[in-house]
Protein backbone atom coordinates (compact mmCIF):
# COMPACT_ATOMS: atom_id res chain seq x y z
CA UNK A 1 0.00 0.00 0.00
CA UNK A 2 1.14 3.43 -0.73
CA UNK A 3 2.63 5.19 2.11
CA UNK A 4 0.20 8.42 3.70
CA UNK A 5 1.53 11.75 3.23
CA UNK A 6 1.08 13.50 6.92
CA UNK A 7 -0.01 16.77 7.70
CA UNK A 8 0.33 18.02 10.59
CA UNK A 9 -2.49 20.65 11.34
CA UNK A 10 -5.85 20.60 10.65
CA UNK A 11 -6.99 23.66 10.06
CA UNK A 12 -7.61 25.52 6.50
CA UNK A 13 -4.55 24.72 5.28
CA UNK A 14 -4.28 21.04 6.21
CA UNK A 15 -7.92 20.54 5.27
CA UNK A 16 -7.50 21.57 1.85
CA UNK A 17 -4.17 19.87 1.10
CA UNK A 18 -5.76 16.67 2.61
CA UNK A 19 -8.55 16.89 0.03
CA UNK A 20 -5.94 17.39 -2.59
CA UNK A 21 -4.16 14.30 -1.64
CA UNK A 22 -6.82 11.99 -1.55
CA UNK A 23 -8.84 13.43 -4.37
CA UNK A 24 -5.58 12.88 -5.98
CA UNK A 25 -5.99 8.70 -4.82
CA UNK A 26 -3.39 8.71 -2.28
CA UNK A 27 -3.74 8.79 1.31
CA UNK A 28 -3.69 11.25 4.03
CA UNK A 29 -3.35 11.90 7.76
CA UNK A 30 -4.48 14.85 9.28
CA UNK A 31 -2.61 15.11 13.18
CA UNK A 32 -4.67 17.67 14.78
CA UNK A 33 -3.80 18.67 18.40
CA UNK A 34 -7.62 19.68 19.59
CA UNK A 35 -9.32 18.36 21.97
CA UNK A 36 -6.25 16.76 23.49
CA UNK A 37 -4.64 20.33 23.64
CA UNK A 38 -6.43 23.57 23.13
CA UNK A 39 -5.92 26.93 22.50
CA UNK A 40 -7.74 29.90 24.19
CA UNK A 41 -9.17 30.72 20.57
CA UNK A 42 -10.87 27.66 19.30
CA UNK A 43 -14.03 26.55 20.41
CA UNK A 44 -14.77 22.96 19.07
CA UNK A 45 -12.73 20.08 17.75
CA UNK A 46 -13.77 20.91 13.99
CA UNK A 47 -11.41 20.93 11.36
CA UNK A 48 -11.41 23.94 9.06
CA UNK A 49 -12.77 25.89 12.24
CA UNK A 50 -12.25 29.74 11.54
CA UNK A 51 -11.47 31.62 14.72
CA UNK A 52 -11.03 35.31 13.93
CA UNK A 53 -13.71 36.25 11.31
CA UNK A 54 -16.34 34.35 9.36
CA UNK A 55 -15.45 36.05 5.85
CA UNK A 56 -13.50 34.95 3.12
CA UNK A 57 -13.21 38.66 1.97
CA UNK A 58 -14.21 40.12 -1.59
CA UNK A 59 -15.62 37.43 -4.58
CA UNK A 60 -14.95 39.78 -7.19
CA UNK A 61 -12.95 37.65 -9.36
CA UNK A 62 -12.37 40.36 -12.19
CA UNK A 63 -11.02 43.16 -10.21
CA UNK A 64 -10.49 41.80 -6.58
CA UNK A 65 -7.29 39.86 -6.18
CA UNK A 66 -8.71 37.59 -3.35
CA UNK A 67 -11.28 37.44 -5.67
CA UNK A 68 -9.21 36.06 -8.16
CA UNK A 69 -7.68 33.53 -5.80
CA UNK A 70 -11.33 31.92 -5.04
CA UNK A 71 -12.19 31.57 -8.77
CA UNK A 72 -8.06 29.97 -8.72
CA UNK A 73 -8.96 27.60 -5.74
CA UNK A 74 -12.21 26.96 -7.12
CA UNK A 75 -11.20 25.73 -10.19
CA UNK A 76 -8.35 23.73 -8.52
CA UNK A 77 -11.51 21.62 -6.84
CA UNK A 78 -10.87 23.56 -3.68
CA UNK A 79 -13.01 21.87 -0.56
CA UNK A 80 -13.29 25.06 1.20
CA UNK A 81 -14.81 27.17 -1.61
CA UNK A 82 -17.09 24.30 -2.24
CA UNK A 83 -18.18 24.12 1.49
CA UNK A 84 -18.49 27.67 1.86
CA UNK A 85 -20.82 27.88 -1.09
CA UNK A 86 -23.14 25.73 0.72
CA UNK A 87 -22.85 27.45 4.15
CA UNK A 88 -22.75 31.35 3.04
CA UNK A 89 -24.13 34.00 4.68
CA UNK A 90 -24.81 37.41 2.98
CA UNK A 91 -22.45 40.00 2.96
CA UNK A 92 -22.23 42.14 0.35
CA UNK A 93 -19.90 41.58 -2.48
CA UNK A 94 -18.09 39.82 -0.08
CA UNK A 95 -18.00 35.70 0.58
CA UNK A 96 -18.53 34.62 4.39
CA UNK A 97 -20.07 31.79 5.84
CA UNK A 98 -21.98 30.37 8.80
CA UNK A 99 -19.27 29.14 10.63
CA UNK A 100 -19.56 26.45 12.64
CA UNK A 101 -22.00 24.70 10.18
CA UNK A 102 -19.33 25.42 7.26
CA UNK A 103 -16.42 23.50 9.42
CA UNK A 104 -18.27 20.50 10.64
CA UNK A 105 -19.50 20.47 6.56
CA UNK A 106 -15.35 20.32 6.06
CA UNK A 107 -14.60 17.47 8.88
CA UNK A 108 -17.19 15.28 7.61
CA UNK A 109 -16.55 15.58 4.13
CA UNK A 110 -12.95 14.74 4.82
CA UNK A 111 -13.95 11.55 7.32
CA UNK A 112 -16.33 10.23 4.55
CA UNK A 113 -13.12 9.73 2.63
CA UNK A 114 -11.69 6.04 2.27
CA UNK A 115 -8.09 7.31 1.88
CA UNK A 116 -8.43 9.69 4.88
CA UNK A 117 -7.18 9.52 8.69
CA UNK A 118 -7.70 11.70 11.45
CA UNK A 119 -5.29 11.24 14.36
CA UNK A 120 -5.94 13.28 17.42
CA UNK A 121 -3.18 14.48 19.38
CA UNK A 122 -0.24 17.14 19.76
CA UNK A 123 2.60 16.48 17.46
CA UNK A 124 5.22 18.15 19.72
CA UNK A 125 8.77 17.74 17.72
CA UNK A 126 9.48 17.59 13.57
CA UNK A 127 8.70 13.87 12.98
CA UNK A 128 11.81 11.70 11.43
CA UNK A 129 12.38 10.98 7.61
CA UNK A 130 10.37 7.91 8.32
CA UNK A 131 7.38 9.38 8.15
CA UNK A 132 7.81 10.23 4.82
CA UNK A 133 6.68 13.53 3.09
CA UNK A 134 4.94 15.37 5.98
CA UNK A 135 3.28 18.87 5.73
CA UNK A 136 3.43 21.61 8.08
CA UNK A 137 0.32 23.84 8.26
CA UNK A 138 -0.13 24.34 11.86
CA UNK A 139 -1.52 27.92 11.97
CA UNK A 140 -0.77 31.20 13.86
CA UNK A 141 -1.19 29.28 17.04
CA UNK A 142 1.83 26.16 16.63
CA UNK A 143 2.27 24.83 19.53
CA UNK A 144 5.58 25.95 21.64
CA UNK A 145 6.64 22.64 21.80
CA UNK A 146 6.46 22.08 17.89
CA UNK A 147 8.02 25.59 17.16
CA UNK A 148 10.83 25.04 19.69
CA UNK A 149 11.49 21.89 17.25
CA UNK A 150 10.74 23.91 14.38
CA UNK A 151 13.59 26.86 15.37
CA UNK A 152 16.20 24.25 16.37
CA UNK A 153 16.38 22.43 13.15
CA UNK A 154 16.55 26.01 11.02
CA UNK A 155 18.57 28.36 13.35
CA UNK A 156 16.53 30.95 12.87
CA UNK A 157 15.40 33.40 15.35
CA UNK A 158 11.29 33.72 16.01
CA UNK A 159 9.24 35.97 14.09
CA UNK A 160 6.22 36.86 15.56
CA UNK A 161 3.29 39.30 16.05
CA UNK A 162 0.01 39.49 17.72
CA UNK A 163 -3.32 38.80 15.91
CA UNK A 164 -6.46 40.50 17.52
CA UNK A 165 -9.97 39.20 17.43
CA UNK A 166 -12.91 41.55 17.10
CA UNK A 167 -15.70 41.59 19.07
CA UNK A 168 -19.72 39.47 18.28
CA UNK A 169 -22.31 41.36 19.05
CA UNK A 170 -26.24 39.85 19.59
CA UNK A 171 -28.51 41.05 16.53
CA UNK A 172 -31.34 41.15 19.14
CA UNK A 173 -29.65 43.79 21.54
CA UNK A 174 -28.73 46.54 18.73
CA UNK A 175 -30.70 49.51 18.92
CA UNK A 176 -32.35 49.56 15.14
CA UNK A 177 -33.96 53.53 15.70
CA UNK A 178 -30.29 53.98 15.43
CA UNK A 179 -28.66 51.67 13.08
CA UNK A 180 -29.31 50.48 9.28
CA UNK A 181 -28.91 47.28 6.96
CA UNK A 182 -26.87 48.85 3.91
CA UNK A 183 -24.00 47.31 2.47
CA UNK A 184 -21.61 50.04 0.95
CA UNK A 185 -22.41 51.78 -1.97
CA UNK A 186 -25.39 49.52 -2.20
CA UNK A 187 -22.96 46.46 -3.44
CA UNK A 188 -24.64 42.97 -3.95
CA UNK A 189 -26.73 40.95 -6.46
CA UNK A 190 -30.21 40.52 -4.32
CA UNK A 191 -31.21 42.67 -1.24
CA UNK A 192 -29.81 40.82 1.01
CA UNK A 193 -25.91 40.93 -0.53
CA UNK A 194 -27.02 44.76 -0.55
CA UNK A 195 -28.42 44.62 3.59
CA UNK A 196 -25.35 42.39 4.39
CA UNK A 197 -24.25 44.86 7.12
CA UNK A 198 -25.47 46.78 10.00
CA UNK A 199 -24.33 50.89 10.04
CA UNK A 200 -24.10 52.52 13.29
CA UNK A 201 -23.50 56.37 12.60
CA UNK A 202 -21.43 58.29 14.81
CA UNK A 203 -21.15 62.80 14.49
CA UNK A 204 -18.25 64.32 15.64
CA UNK A 205 -18.47 64.82 19.26
CA UNK A 206 -19.10 60.89 19.69
CA UNK A 207 -16.72 59.80 17.55
CA UNK A 208 -14.01 61.76 19.60
CA UNK A 209 -15.31 60.83 22.55
CA UNK A 210 -15.23 57.10 21.38
CA UNK A 211 -11.17 57.80 20.45
CA UNK A 212 -10.69 59.14 23.93
CA UNK A 213 -11.97 55.97 25.48
CA UNK A 214 -9.53 53.92 22.71
CA UNK A 215 -6.75 55.61 24.58
CA UNK A 216 -7.49 56.12 27.46
CA UNK A 217 -8.74 52.23 28.22
CA UNK A 218 -6.36 49.76 29.79
CA UNK A 219 -5.11 47.31 27.52
CA UNK A 220 -3.96 43.14 28.20
CA UNK A 221 -0.38 43.27 29.40
CA UNK A 222 2.01 41.41 27.54
CA UNK A 223 4.90 38.86 29.03
CA UNK A 224 8.32 40.45 28.79
CA UNK A 225 8.97 38.11 26.04
CA UNK A 226 5.97 39.37 23.74
CA UNK A 227 6.69 43.01 24.37
CA UNK A 228 8.88 43.35 21.06
CA UNK A 229 6.44 41.45 18.96
CA UNK A 230 5.58 43.71 16.16
CA UNK A 231 1.50 43.75 14.95
CA UNK A 232 0.46 42.58 11.03
CA UNK A 233 -0.56 45.89 9.65
CA UNK A 234 -3.50 44.40 7.99
CA UNK A 235 -4.79 43.38 11.79
CA UNK A 236 -3.93 46.34 13.93
CA UNK A 237 -5.87 46.30 17.38
CA UNK A 238 -8.28 48.93 17.15
CA UNK A 239 -6.78 50.96 19.63
CA UNK A 240 -3.11 51.12 18.31
CA UNK A 241 -4.90 52.80 14.87
CA UNK A 242 -6.44 55.40 17.12
CA UNK A 243 -2.82 55.75 18.37
CA UNK A 244 -1.46 56.42 15.14
CA UNK A 245 -4.18 59.75 14.70
CA UNK A 246 -7.52 60.84 15.85
CA UNK A 247 -8.34 60.77 12.15
CA UNK A 248 -7.09 57.16 10.97
CA UNK A 249 -10.33 55.24 12.15
CA UNK A 250 -12.21 57.73 10.00
CA UNK A 251 -10.10 56.63 6.82
CA UNK A 252 -10.08 52.93 7.89
CA UNK A 253 -13.02 50.94 9.32
CA UNK A 254 -15.05 53.98 10.13
CA UNK A 255 -15.12 55.58 6.80
CA UNK A 256 -18.53 57.22 6.46
CA UNK A 257 -18.45 56.87 2.76
CA UNK A 258 -21.40 54.97 -0.04
CA UNK A 259 -23.78 54.79 3.24
CA UNK A 260 -26.95 56.95 3.58
CA UNK A 261 -28.63 57.17 7.02
CA UNK A 262 -33.06 56.78 6.48
CA UNK A 263 -33.24 57.85 10.21
CA UNK A 264 -31.58 61.15 9.28
CA UNK A 265 -30.68 61.04 5.40
CA UNK A 266 -30.60 64.59 4.65
CA UNK A 267 -26.97 64.72 7.43
CA UNK A 268 -23.75 62.79 6.26
CA UNK A 269 -22.35 60.42 9.39
CA UNK A 270 -18.94 61.86 10.55
CA UNK A 271 -18.03 58.18 11.39
CA UNK A 272 -19.88 54.93 10.69
CA UNK A 273 -19.49 51.85 12.84
CA UNK A 274 -20.31 48.23 10.74
CA UNK A 275 -21.33 44.99 11.47
CA UNK A 276 -21.16 42.17 9.42
CA UNK A 277 -23.59 39.06 9.84
CA UNK A 278 -21.48 36.45 11.40
CA UNK A 279 -23.69 33.12 11.26
CA UNK A 280 -26.96 32.07 9.14
CA UNK A 281 -29.85 32.67 11.35
CA UNK A 282 -28.94 36.10 11.46
CA UNK A 283 -28.56 36.45 15.58
CA UNK A 284 -24.90 37.73 15.59
CA UNK A 285 -22.88 40.24 14.40
CA UNK A 286 -19.41 40.85 14.29
CA UNK A 287 -18.24 44.38 14.54
CA UNK A 288 -15.84 44.84 11.36
CA UNK A 289 -12.49 46.12 11.94
CA UNK A 290 -12.35 46.07 15.87
CA UNK A 291 -9.53 44.05 16.87
CA UNK A 292 -8.77 44.79 20.21
CA UNK A 293 -6.49 44.22 22.82
CA UNK A 294 -8.55 45.97 25.87
CA UNK A 295 -9.59 44.61 28.43
CA UNK A 296 -12.93 43.36 28.22
CA UNK A 297 -14.80 45.85 31.10
CA UNK A 298 -12.77 48.82 28.76
CA UNK A 299 -14.54 47.22 25.84
CA UNK A 300 -17.76 47.22 26.61
CA UNK A 301 -17.27 50.74 28.09
CA UNK A 302 -16.13 51.94 24.73
CA UNK A 303 -18.37 49.92 22.34
CA UNK A 304 -21.22 51.11 24.18
CA UNK A 305 -20.30 54.69 22.89
CA UNK A 306 -21.46 53.52 19.72
CA UNK A 307 -24.99 54.70 18.74
CA UNK A 308 -26.72 51.67 18.61
CA UNK A 309 -25.00 49.64 20.59
CA UNK A 310 -25.35 51.37 24.19
CA UNK A 311 -27.43 47.90 25.38
CA UNK A 312 -25.30 45.53 23.37
CA UNK A 313 -25.06 42.12 24.65
CA UNK A 314 -22.01 40.52 23.40
CA UNK A 315 -21.41 36.68 22.29
CA UNK A 316 -17.76 37.20 22.44
CA UNK A 317 -15.44 39.91 23.50
CA UNK A 318 -12.52 40.79 21.42
CA UNK A 319 -9.06 39.11 22.32
CA UNK A 320 -5.82 38.88 21.00
CA UNK A 321 -2.74 36.05 20.68
CA UNK A 322 0.46 35.46 19.45
CA UNK A 323 1.18 34.49 15.97
CA UNK A 324 3.87 32.87 15.20
CA UNK A 325 5.65 32.29 11.35
CA UNK A 326 9.08 31.07 9.85
CA UNK A 327 11.20 32.90 7.95
CA UNK A 328 9.97 31.44 4.57
CA UNK A 329 12.05 33.01 1.72
CA UNK A 330 14.97 31.80 3.71
CA UNK A 331 14.32 28.40 4.79
CA UNK A 332 11.84 27.30 2.14
CA UNK A 333 12.58 25.96 -1.46
CA UNK A 334 10.34 26.65 -4.60
CA UNK A 335 8.63 23.44 -4.10
CA UNK A 336 7.66 24.86 -0.45
CA UNK A 337 9.96 22.37 0.90
CA UNK A 338 12.27 22.96 4.51
CA UNK A 339 15.84 23.16 2.55
CA UNK A 340 17.34 21.70 5.17
CA UNK A 341 14.41 18.73 5.40
CA UNK A 342 13.45 18.03 2.13
CA UNK A 343 10.78 15.71 3.27
CA UNK A 344 8.99 18.90 5.15
CA UNK A 345 6.94 20.81 3.34
CA UNK A 346 5.35 24.44 5.20
CA UNK A 347 1.58 25.23 4.38
CA UNK A 348 -0.64 28.28 5.51
CA UNK A 349 0.28 30.65 7.91
CA UNK A 350 3.42 29.51 9.63
CA UNK A 351 4.71 29.68 5.95
CA UNK A 352 3.77 33.47 6.06
CA UNK A 353 0.75 34.19 4.36
CA UNK A 354 -1.86 35.97 6.06
CA UNK A 355 -5.43 35.21 6.08
CA UNK A 356 -8.05 32.15 5.64
CA UNK A 357 -7.75 32.38 1.59
CA UNK A 358 -4.34 32.75 1.44
CA UNK A 359 -3.56 29.81 3.77
CA UNK A 360 -5.93 27.53 2.39
CA UNK A 361 -4.29 28.46 -1.79
CA UNK A 362 -1.17 27.52 -0.02
CA UNK A 363 -2.67 24.13 1.42
CA UNK A 364 -3.93 23.18 -2.00
CA UNK A 365 -0.35 24.05 -3.60
CA UNK A 366 1.62 21.76 -0.96
CA UNK A 367 -0.92 19.00 -1.33
CA UNK A 368 -0.70 18.77 -4.99
CA UNK A 369 3.43 19.44 -4.96
CA UNK A 370 3.58 16.35 -2.40
CA UNK A 371 1.08 13.99 -4.49
CA UNK A 372 3.83 15.30 -7.43
CA UNK A 373 6.67 14.20 -5.09
CA UNK A 374 5.40 10.78 -4.17
CA UNK A 375 4.42 9.79 -7.90
CA UNK A 376 8.26 10.92 -8.70
CA UNK A 377 6.71 13.53 -11.01
CA UNK A 378 7.94 17.31 -10.81
CA UNK A 379 5.60 20.06 -10.92
CA UNK A 380 6.18 22.90 -12.79
CA UNK A 381 6.52 26.43 -11.37
CA UNK A 382 3.41 28.16 -10.68
CA UNK A 383 3.34 30.84 -12.82
CA UNK A 384 3.54 34.40 -11.26
CA UNK A 385 0.79 35.63 -13.07
CA UNK A 386 -1.79 34.12 -11.09
CA UNK A 387 -2.12 34.77 -7.60
CA UNK A 388 -1.38 31.58 -6.24
CA UNK A 389 1.77 32.02 -7.84
CA UNK A 390 2.28 35.56 -6.94
CA UNK A 391 1.77 34.06 -3.63
CA UNK A 392 4.16 31.28 -2.86
CA UNK A 393 6.77 32.90 -5.10
CA UNK A 394 6.56 36.08 -2.73
CA UNK A 395 7.00 33.45 0.42
CA UNK A 396 9.63 31.68 -1.12
CA UNK A 397 12.46 34.19 -2.85
CA UNK A 398 9.94 36.97 -3.91
CA UNK A 399 10.32 38.93 -0.63
CA UNK A 400 13.77 39.99 1.21
CA UNK A 401 14.35 37.82 3.73
CA UNK A 402 15.43 40.44 6.34
CA UNK A 403 12.40 42.19 6.50
CA UNK A 404 9.52 39.47 5.75
CA UNK A 405 6.21 39.67 7.30
CA UNK A 406 3.45 38.25 6.81
CA UNK A 407 1.40 38.92 3.57
CA UNK A 408 -2.17 39.01 2.05
CA UNK A 409 -2.30 38.52 -1.71
CA UNK A 410 -2.44 41.78 -3.82
CA UNK A 411 -1.73 42.54 -7.18
CA UNK A 412 1.66 44.18 -6.29
CA UNK A 413 3.15 40.80 -6.18
CA UNK A 414 2.09 40.06 -9.94
CA UNK A 415 3.86 41.11 -12.76
CA UNK A 416 3.18 44.55 -15.06
CA UNK A 417 0.59 43.18 -17.37
CA UNK A 418 2.55 45.01 -20.49
CA UNK A 419 0.19 47.49 -22.57
CA UNK A 420 -2.00 48.17 -19.62
CA UNK A 421 -1.63 52.40 -18.47
CA UNK A 422 -1.24 52.70 -14.54
CA UNK A 423 -3.06 55.34 -12.93
CA UNK A 424 -6.31 55.66 -10.33
CA UNK A 425 -8.52 55.87 -14.21
CA UNK A 426 -6.94 53.24 -15.03
CA UNK A 427 -7.70 50.80 -11.98
CA UNK A 428 -10.30 49.07 -12.91
CA UNK A 429 -9.07 47.96 -16.69
CA UNK A 430 -5.84 47.49 -15.47
CA UNK A 431 -7.14 44.65 -12.54
CA UNK A 432 -9.16 42.85 -15.26
CA UNK A 433 -6.38 42.53 -17.40
CA UNK A 434 -4.45 41.40 -14.52
CA UNK A 435 -7.41 38.41 -13.34
CA UNK A 436 -8.02 37.91 -17.26
CA UNK A 437 -4.40 36.97 -17.69
CA UNK A 438 -4.16 35.04 -14.46
CA UNK A 439 -7.29 33.06 -15.36
CA UNK A 440 -5.47 31.75 -18.70
CA UNK A 441 -2.43 30.84 -17.12
CA UNK A 442 -4.14 29.35 -13.90
CA UNK A 443 -6.27 26.97 -16.80
CA UNK A 444 -3.02 26.03 -18.60
CA UNK A 445 -1.13 25.00 -15.37
CA UNK A 446 -4.08 23.26 -14.45
CA UNK A 447 -4.11 21.11 -17.26
CA UNK A 448 -0.29 20.47 -17.99
CA UNK A 449 -0.41 18.86 -14.29
Not at 10 to 22: L, N, P, T
Not at 36 to 55: I, M, P, R
Request: charged fraction near 20%; include cysteine.
Amino acid sequence: MTEPIHIIGGGVAGSEAAWQIVSAGLPAVIHEMRPTVGTFAHQTDSLAELVCSNSFRSDDHESNAVGLLHWEMREAGSLLMEMAEVHKIPAGGALAVDREPFAMAVTERLLNHPLFTLQRGEVSSLPTTDWGQTIIATGPLTSSSLAQSILKETGEDSLAFFDAIAPIVYADSIDMTKAWFQSRYDKGQNKEERTAYLNCPMDRDTYEAFIAALLNSEKTRFKDWEKDTPYFDGCLPIEVMAERGSETLRFGPMKPVGLTNPHNPNERPYAVVQLRRDNALGTLFNIVGFQTKMKYEEQIKAFSLIPGLKNAKFARLGGIHRNTFINSPRLLDNQMRLKSRPDIRFAGQISGVEGYVESGAMGILAGRLAVADAKGDVLVAVPQTTAMGALVTHITGGADSKTFQPMNVNFGLFPLVEGVKGGRRNRKSRYKAYTDRAKADWQAWLQAT
